[in-house]
């Protein structure tokens, strides 16, 4: 089956404790990105990949960092997290040249 | 202006109703356009792509006018699975970026 996959889903953390939210996809996709979500704000894009080794800054990368070693691994790294990344993360897939992405189940990260 | 702007809502209807959003965008080089679903707290999924001459996929009609730059989705005879939020995404000529509307929410009640 055809899919984004994204680890943990949910996570209880604190400020200033390391972590990593991963995220694999099956599809062979070139393009992946990481994606917050927030009441009122939108999907706001964080980070994007065109390819492995690839990766660029979106909308909101502040306190954040990715790595895309693999071409189906795009994991999300917070290496000091704070309350105001509490929010709901999507992971997304899609072919380059293509309209379809394809998302994750999402993580709901909250730091106390 | 915001690039990419739909009426938040909520647009509250009765089943069966007939009910259309809209989303404008501002960048006139804007080439493909698509309509997503976000259900509570679940991921968005592809609804529909949005074609230059409209385009029909069961109940729900997608339209296109680049004069006046919007898109809009047109749900006939509404069901209580419609309830959801309604993503407009708007991108330029070789999909580099996926432009994401803040959506519009949809409850359709008994």
């Known amino acids: 089956e055809a899919q984004v996959t994204q680890n943990p889903r949910y996570l209880i953390t604190v400020t200033g404790k390391k972590l990593t939210v991963t995220c694999s996809q099956n599809?062979?996709?070139?393009?992946m990105s990481w994606y917050r979500q927030d009441p009122g704000l939108g999907l706001r894009q964080i980070y994007y990949?065109?390819?492995?080794?690839?990766?660029d800054k979106g909308d909101v990368p502040e306190g954040y960092k990715v790595s895309r070693k693999e071409k189906r691994n795009f994991p999300l790294i917070l290496e000091s997290p704070s309350p105001n990344q509490t929010s709901l993360y999507f992971c997304?897939?899609?072919?380059?040249?293509?309209?379809?992405?394809?998302f994750g189940p999402g993580t709901r990260l909250t730091v106390l | 202006r915001k690039e990419v702007e739909q009426d938040p809502g909520p647009f509250n209807v009765p089943e069966g109703a007939t009910v259309a959003f809209n989303c404008t965008y501002s960048?006139?080089?804007?080439?493909?356009f698509f309509w997503y679903r976000q259900d509570c707290r679940k991921e968005p999924k592809l609804l529909m792509s949005?074609?230059?001459s409209g385009n029909e996929d069961g109940r729900f009609t997608a339209q296109l006018n680049r004069a006046s730059q919007y898109i809009s989705l047109l749900i006939r005879d509404s069901k209580l699975s419609d309830s959801a939020t309604y993503l407009c995404?708007?991108?330029?000529?070789?999909?580099?970026?996926?432009?994401f509307g803040k959506g519009t929410m949809l409850l359709v009640s008994p």
């Open positions: 997304a897939s899609r072919t380059l040249g293509e309209g379809t992405q394809y």
């Open positions: 599809m062979n996709h070139e393009y």
């Open positions: 990949s065109m390819n492995v080794e690839v990766t």
């Open positions: 960048n006139s080089a804007s080439q493909s």
């Open positions: 949005v074609y230059s």
């Open positions: 995404v708007v991108t330029p000529s070789g999909y580099s970026t996926l432009t």
